[in-house]
C-alpha cells in the first residue's frame, strides 16, 4: 500500500520537561481541523492525542507544560508549550482515551491538518464497508530514532484483526476499541490510525475497484504484552522483559469526534463562526 508522505505531515512529537529540566518525549500528537458549516476555508484546528499520555505528563512534568515539537518549514523543530489543564478529555467518558487541544494551523510550522471529513464515522464503516482485514497504517514516533533536527514520524502497517463488537478490557476499564494487527510501542501512544479504503469492495452485490479513500480510524491507545515464559517460542535470553503480541488497541474515531463536540470546543467554534459572518457581511450603504 503507497503512503502519502504528505499523511506524516499530520503529525508532531510531545514532550514534557523532567525534574533536571531536561525536555523528554512523551507520545505522538495528531492534527485535526473541523471546517465552518458551509465552508471549504478556514476552520478550527485541534491538536489530538491519547488521554493517558497527557495524564503521564501530568504525573512527571515539572513545570505543568505539554510542550509539542514541531517541524519548522525551512530546517529545525521548535517546540510550542502549552497548560495541562488546558487538554480537554471527554465531557461524559473517563475511560476514552483521548485528549485535546485547540490549535490554530500555522504558516510556520511544516506541518498539515486533515479533514474532519476524513474521519470514519459509523456512517463511513458502512457505506465504505469497512471491516476485518482492510489495510491500515500508523504515523508516530519511534522513541530510538526520531529525529536529531527535525521529527520523523515512523510507518507500521496491518490490517483490522477485530471490530468493536465488544468492549475490551484494559487497565482502565472495558472500552470500545479497534484491534489491529500491528506491533504498537510506547511513543506510538496517541498516534492516528487511517484505513486504506481504495481496493477493491462490495458495493451492494457489485464489486466497486479504486474507489474510495484513506479515513482516519482512531488513535492508538497502547498493546498487550506477555512474560516471556509464555509464549511458544524458544527464548534464549529471558530477563523477565515482556513481549509485544502483536495486536494493537485502537480508540474509535467516533469518539474522537465526541471529545472534539465537547461544549468547551462547540462555543469557541460557534463564537468563531459569529466573528467571521460578521465581518463578512456588507454594512448597509456599502
Request: charged residues 20%; aromatic residues 8%.
Amino acid at each position: 500500500m503507497p503512503i502519502p508522505d504528505e499523511v506524516r505531515k499530520c503529525v508532531a512529537f510531545l514532550a514534557y520537561r523532567d525534574a533536571q529540566g531536561m525536555i523528554q518525549l512523551a507520545g505522538t500528537v495528531f492534527f485535526v481541523v473541523i471546517n465552518f458549516p458551509g465552508e471549504t476555508l478556514g476552520g478550527s484546528g485541534y491538536a489530538i492525542t491519547a488521554k493517558h499520555v497527557i495524564e503521564g505528563i501530568r504525573q512527571d512534568s515539572s513545570d505543568g507544560k505539554v510542550y509539542v515539537r514541531l517541524n519548522l518549514r525551512n530546517v529545525g523543530a521548535r517546540y510550542a508549550e502549552s497548560r495541562i489543564e488546558d487538554w480537554q478529555f471527554h465531557p461524559t467518558d473517563s475511560s476514552v482515551d483521548v485528549a485535546v487541544h485547540p490549535f490554530p494551523p500555522s504558516a510556520d510550522y511544516d506541518h498539515l491538518v486533515f479533514p474532519s471529513s476524513g474521519i470514519a464515522t459509523p456512517d463511513v464503516i458502512r457505506t465504505q464497508n469497512i471491516g476485518i482485514g482492510d489495510e491500515v497504517f500508523i504515523t508516530g514516533l519511534f522513541v530510538h530514532h526520531y529525529g536529531q533536527q527535525r521529527n520523523i514520524p515512523i510507518i507500521r502497517m496491518g490490517n483490522i484483526a477485530a471490530m468493536p463488537e465488544e468492549k475490551v478490557r484494559t487497565t482502565i476499564g472495558d472500552i470500545d476499541a479497534y484491534l489491529i494487527e500491528a506491533r504498537s510501542i510506547g511513543g506510538l501512544s496517541g498516534s492516528p490510525v487511517f484505513v486504506n479504503t481504495t481496493g477493491p469492495r462490495a458495493v451492494g452485490n457489485i464489486i466497486s475497484v479504486g474507489s474510495g479513500g484513506i479515513f482516519l480510524l482512531g488513535l492508538v491507545r497502547g498493546h498487550w504484552d506477555i512474560p516471556p515464559s509464555e509464549t511458544d517460542s524458544v527464548i534464549v535470553d529471558n530477563r523477565g522483559e515482556s513481549v509485544n503480541m502483536g495486536i494493537a488497541i485502537v480508540v474509535p474515531s467516533q469518539k474522537i469526534l465526541e471529545v472534539l463536540n465537547h461544549p468547551v470546543f462547540q462555543r469557541a467554534r460557534n463564537e468563531a463562526l459569529s466573528s467571521q459572518r460578521a465581518q463578512n457581511t456588507p454594512t448597509p450603504g456599502s
